[in-house]
């Protein structure tokens, strides 16, 4: 019988040893120098010896079979080619897939004789599957994340008792001063390293252009930032899409590129900064960049003509619009970038989009830190109050009447709040200048406040001027507005 | 007090060696996790035993081997091996090594190299 303890430390640190490897891997292609290889085999062999001291011959084989390739690279009587690299990951799943069974009180047989074929014959070898790429997170305790958000419920109620309550002043403060610490603990608790998701990319982006015969440079820089559980899900999908995307329609086939004058080896870069309460991600790439007669063409034949480029580039956004001519293997199959924006849209996030003639594309993805407590500003109309989350806003102003001109004010797009909503008489006495170039006609400013916005039922989804509610002082309600979809709605 | 140092980089391989020790009173324990940390933490305790796996970072066992024996030549020094390494084992049996073990070891292996070295000490 195996020490319960014992099959932890045994799994975390097999699991942290594959991790090294397939990180490793993915290097060995672009450089590696002896160290690297003596990571790796020092990796491989801490593998060996531990499955063996566990008692599973199998996976032991398995490693010493794979550390024998290393030991040969090593002595210069092979060479490190991309079937290598294929095999190294193929075996790094297998392993993985080994001790995720015996997590589960299963041990499952690693099949060594397809592998010694492989090694015998790694000339020939086909690279691994691509249809599945699942992101894992790091060996920790496991909590569901509904308990996670009571918990949040549960602070939040309990920092509203404590502001309805008449006592000594000290103790209300250290009260809220506990309770405060109290949510931002169970906030950051939520957080994950953008890293621990995104670490699936670069092998997917080395499968898709094994598979599309591209050549692909794949930078990534996540910074350290870490987002809310909920988000990173909600950002899991658009990514895969818009890197699918960048690797199918963006870069060239080396050839083009060479006729281009450009490197043969395409670059595709992901880039995250942290910026006040939100994260800005960029997706880049250096290939064809959106062709903009292309779609030009498909929106005559909807019937829309002379577009702006700025509002062209607005239709790739739009339900059921492709300009692709092929169904690849990786895109183009129905799932477009509208739902790219929506995915975003509901946790309160926005896309754009830049794009040059044979320079490139970029996606601009802005999403909140935190999808659950947010600061916003408090504005109104009548009687009604709404919440406007703090990093939609750029500054605000008094109304000036000179500076209205139609539905222009100050040279942005201009929108009535009450109008938009339906109200009929709508008195305007500030401007919210916002991020994405409009201004918003309000008549009360109520300020600013940290509300934790809960998100709406699926019915009142459909109403897309608002994405979430949020409780106030004194149990008042107030709805969460969605920038983009109320300007939609206005239009 | 026998002195016994573990000087291994994976933590279930000290774990699994720290347990089959677990039995012995009069012994005490030392963890080292790459070659480096063997070195300053030898100097500093001087074992009588060590186990002393090969493949280390920083520093391999034979390399640390070697060094250790500039400084006390005479603590015990078990290798700890894998299947296939034989001329390493020749090599460290060379440069002063008392003995080694191959994964994967069994308890009474480790045993037997404590109970000898508790008879003479």
Known sequence: MVDKELLNIFLSESYEELDKINKIALELEKKYDKATLEELDRNLHTLKGNSSLMGFKNFSELAHIVEDVVREIKAGKRKVSSNVVNLLLKASDEMRNFLDNVKRGKEKKIDLKGFKKLISNLESFKPVDVTAFQYRTKETIRVASSKLDELLNVSSELKAVISSFKMDIMLKNQLNKVSDELQQMIIDLRLIPLDDVFSNYPRMIRELALNENKKINFVMETNGVKLDRGIVEAINSPMVHLLRNAVDHGIESPDTRIKKGKNPVGRIEVRVVKDKESAVITVSDDGRGIDFRKISEKANEEGIENLKKEELLELIFKPGFSTSDKVTEISGRGIGMNVVRENLRRIGGSIDVETKENKGTSFIMRVPLNISIMNALIIGVGEKKYALLLMNIKNVEKYRKKEHHKNKYNGCRFYNLGHVLGTKKAKMNYVVMLENKSALGVENIYGKREILIKRLDKILTQMKSFSGAAVLEGEEVCLVLDVNGLIENAN | ?121
């Open chain 2, 1 to 121: 007090m026998l002195k016994v140092m573990i000087a291994d980089d994976s933590a279930f391989m000290r774990t699994i060696i720290r347990n089959y020790l677990k039995e012995y009173k009069d012994i005490s324990i030392v963890e080292a996790e790459d070659g480096e940390d063997t070195l300053i933490k030898f100097e500093q305790t001087i074992p009588d035993i060590v186990f002393l796996d090969i493949i280390m970072p920083k520093m391999s066992g034979l390399e640390v081997l070697k060094e250790i024996k500039k400084i006390n030549r005479s603590s015990r020094i078990i290798m700890v091996t894998s299947v296939g390494q034989s001329k390493i084992i020749e090599e460290a049996l060379k440069n002063g090594a008392s003995g080694y073990i191959t994964k994967p070891f069994k308890a009474i292996e480790i045993r037997r190299i404590i109970d000898k070295a508790m008879k003479k000490w």
